[in-house]
């Protein structure tokens, strides 16, 4: 078995020394620029982190499907970013900003195409059910995407919509990470779903955290401004929740405008104050660990030593990372 500080020694070592085609620069000089802004990188860590409880030794055929896991996350960032309207990311210009438009879009595409390239690197008795998992999940990717987009011009989204958008625009490609490093590593057919289960609901908590900490977090924790997704309109698990338990009035509050920052204060006053009166901060914390403990039970189904199980405990307890 791997062990985790050797994981993170080479994540750091892969990233660090990630080359991509040096021109025409226009086109690469993106690419090199995501990756320098960096990340947490748990997609290429949780892979590496599964192939680690059945495999001894890290070589190329692991390393770089796990950089094309993290390259194509940027990718869908660089993108992301574009539809949104985005002009900081990870506290840095977005490509969009830094270049232009096109430029973010022709660079991301090639970024995507990256990623397919390191996947194939995958070894040759598994290369098919690689490119095949990978792809499925590239696919289901922008379909969260596009539920993603289409919801801001609905009116309500239930939960089990909310729910499914997440889990193709986060949990997916987690849950790709996990099982892609168990069919390397050598994992049977049934541990493999396991983790990828495991992968699938983590990425759901995690992003059920993340709505939570956009309204309740401490912006110097969280590392972005907090009350985003109240400015920006988003229907968020903590909106849909409290419509659900009948706070409708959370919907127009969403649409108020807010330009000056004495009426944004007051926007995301009035909404948490709407949260808060129907108490969705202790339903998002119980959802959360909820979430956490199917996932840690997906894992505890695969086949594995007792390590490999603690390995994957303290994984989710570092993603998730706070007390819920």
């Given at each position: 078995m791997i062990t985790e500080s050797t994981i993170n020694e080479a994540i750091e070592a892969l990233f660090r020394g990630i080359e991509f085609q040096a021109q025409p620069a226009g086109l690469y000089d993106p690419l090199r620029y995501m990756i320098a802004i960096g990340g947490k990188r748990l997609r290429p860590k949780l892979c590496l982190t599964t192939y680690g409880i059945y495999a001894d030794e890290l070589t190329p055929s692991i390393l770089q499907p796990a950089a094309g896991l993290e390259v194509f996350h940027s990718f869908t960032l660089i993108h992301d970013d574009i539809m949104d309207h985005s002009p900081l990311r990870r506290g840095h210009d977005t490509v969009w900003k830094k270049w232009d438009q096109d430029t973010a879009i022709l660079s991301g595409d090639v970024m995507c195409i990256d990623a397919y390239k390191r996947i194939a690197q995958a070894p040759a008795s598994v290369l098919p059910q690689a490119v095949a998992?990978?792809?499925?999940?590239?696919?289901?990717?922008?379909?969260?995407?596009?539920?993603?987009?289409?919801?801001?011009?609905?009116?309500?989204?239930?939960?089990?919509?909310?729910?499914?958008?997440?889990?193709?625009?986060?949990?997916?490609?987690?849950?790709?990470?996990?099982?892609?490093?168990?069919?390397?590593g050598g994992a049977d057919a049934a541990s493999q779903k396991h983790l990828y289960d495991f992968g699938y609901n983590l990425g759901l908590a995690f992003q059920v955290a993340d709505d939570y900490l956009d309204a309740y977090g401490d912006q110097q924790v969280f590392g972005k401004p907090i009350g985003g997704d109240i400015l920006n309109g988003k229907k968020s698990w903590l909106t849909i929740r409290?419509?659900?338990?009948?706070?409708?009035?959370?919907?127009?509050?969403?649409?108020?405008?807010?330009?000056?920052?004495?009426e944004q204060a007051a926007k995301i006053a009035r909404v948490k104050a709407i949260y808060d009166s129907v108490d969705v901060a202790a339903d998002a914390r119980a959802a959360i660990s909820s979430l956490s403990?199917?996932?840690?039970?997906?894992?505890?189904?695969?086949?594995?030593?007792?390590?490999?199980?603690?390995?994957?405990?303290n994984f989710s307890s570092s993603l998730i990372g706070r007390n819920f």
């Amino acid at each position: 078995m791997i062990t985790e500080s050797t994981i993170n020694e080479a994540i750091e070592a892969l990233f660090r020394g990630i080359e991509f085609q040096a021109q025409p620069a226009g086109l690469y000089d993106p690419l090199r620029y995501m990756i320098a802004i960096g990340g947490k990188r748990l997609r290429p860590k949780l892979c590496l982190t599964t192939y680690g409880i059945y495999a001894d030794e890290l070589t190329p055929s692991i390393l770089q499907p796990a950089a094309g896991l993290e390259v194509f996350h940027s990718f869908t960032l660089i993108h992301d970013d574009i539809m949104d309207h985005s002009p900081l990311r990870r506290g840095h210009d977005t490509v969009w900003k830094k270049w232009d438009q096109d430029t973010a879009i022709l660079s991301g595409d090639v970024m995507c195409i990256d990623a397919y390239k390191r996947i194939a690197q995958a070894p040759a008795s598994v290369l098919p059910q690689a490119v095949a998992l990978f792809s499925k999940t590239a696919a289901e990717v922008c379909d969260g995407q596009q539920m993603d987009m289409e919801f801001e011009n609905w009116q309500v989204v239930s939960m089990d919509e909310y729910m499914q958008m997440i889990g193709l625009k986060t949990g997916v490609l987690l849950a790709c990470s996990a099982e892609m490093g168990a069919l390397i590593g050598g994992a049977d057919a049934a541990s493999q779903k396991h983790l990828y289960d495991f992968g699938y609901n983590l990425g759901l908590a995690f992003q059920v955290a993340d709505d939570y900490l956009d309204a309740y977090g401490d912006q110097q924790v969280f590392g972005k401004p907090i009350g985003g997704d109240i400015l920006n309109g988003k229907k968020s698990w903590l909106t849909i929740r409290a419509y659900e338990k009948g706070a409708v009035e959370v919907l127009e509050a969403l649409e108020h405008k807010a330009d000056t920052p004495s009426e944004q204060a007051a926007k995301i006053a009035r909404v948490k104050a709407i949260y808060d009166s129907v108490d969705v901060a202790a339903d998002a914390r119980a959802a959360i660990s909820s979430l956490s403990a199917a996932a840690v039970e997906k894992a505890a189904s695969a086949t594995m030593p007792a390590e490999g199980l603690a390995s994957l405990k303290n994984f989710s307890s570092s993603l998730i990372g706070r007390n819920f």
